[in-house]
């Protein structure tokens, strides 16, 4: 029997060691008007490696041309609001650089992150639906955050290759990791 005990101690034990971090942000565009909730779960199963799943809701904004019988092109920005969006990324930090891939707002997407004061300070880009076989320049997201406590303000630019699709962002939001959180999953033991 304690054979069997310490056998399934040893099985348990990587769950004992992940950590959990959760993270509910809200921003607002600027000029245009769009508010986005979301909210992330990050499962690190080392300090170098983890991997994280989200879902927001939002506004979406997209452009649509039109070339005429005249070769004229007509670009229509349309707003709408997004039921939801997923992501779901894998994260690799190498010292103070954080690599990143995988779906972002249902998107596939790369990130580069550079971490500084505990990860309290954080400056990124975020490449999403990039086309590599067709021209179409991938969606560019770069800003940056800073957290006091759990407290975090962000800020940055989003859509940078089309200047009709670019627009600032600002927000705010909570991100903590607590043990407490392993034991709301049933991951930490007794």
Same mark, same amino acid.
């Not at 997201?141 to 406590?149: E, H, I």
């Not at 859509?159 to 049933?186: E, F, H, K, N």
């Given at each position: ?8 101690? %040893? ?10 971090? #959760? ?7 600027? =000029? ?14 080392? =300090? ?14 997209? +452009? ?10 007509? @670009? ?5 609001? %997004?039921?939801?969006?997923?992501? !779901? ?6 010292? =103070? #650089? ?15 992150? #550079? ?5 309290? !300070? ?17 969606? #560019? @997201? +770069? ?48």
């Amino acid at each position: 029997m304690r054979e069997l005990a310490g056998d399934l101690d %040893q099985l348990v034990a990587p769950a004992r060691r992940l950590e959990l971090r #959760l993270d509910v942000s809200l921003t607002a565009s600027l =000029p245009r008007r769009g508010n986005r909730a979301g909210v992330s779960l990050e499962l690190a199963t080392r =300090p170098e490696l983890w991997y994280a799943v989200g879902v927001a809701s939002g506004t979406e904004v997209a +452009v649509s041309e039109e070339i005429s019988s005249d070769g004229v092109v007509t @670009r229509t920005v349309t707003t709408s609001d %997004q039921a939801l969006s997923w992501s !779901a990324r894998v994260f690799r930090r190498i010292g =103070p #650089l954080v690599l990143s891939g995988g779906v972002v707002d249902s998107r596939p997407s790369i990130g580069i992150e #550079l971490r500084g004061w505990q990860d309290r !300070a954080r400056l990124e880009l975020v490449a999403t639906d990039a086309r590599p076989l067709e021209y179409h320049p991938p969606t #560019l @997201r +770069v800003g940056g955050s800073v957290q006091w406590r759990w407290i975090y303000f962000q800020a940055g630019v989003q859509g940078l290759p089309d200047r009709d699709l670019r627009a600032g962002y600002l927000g705010i939001g909570v991100r903590w990791s607590d043990p407490d959180l392993r034991y709301v999953t049933a991951l930490g033991g007794h």
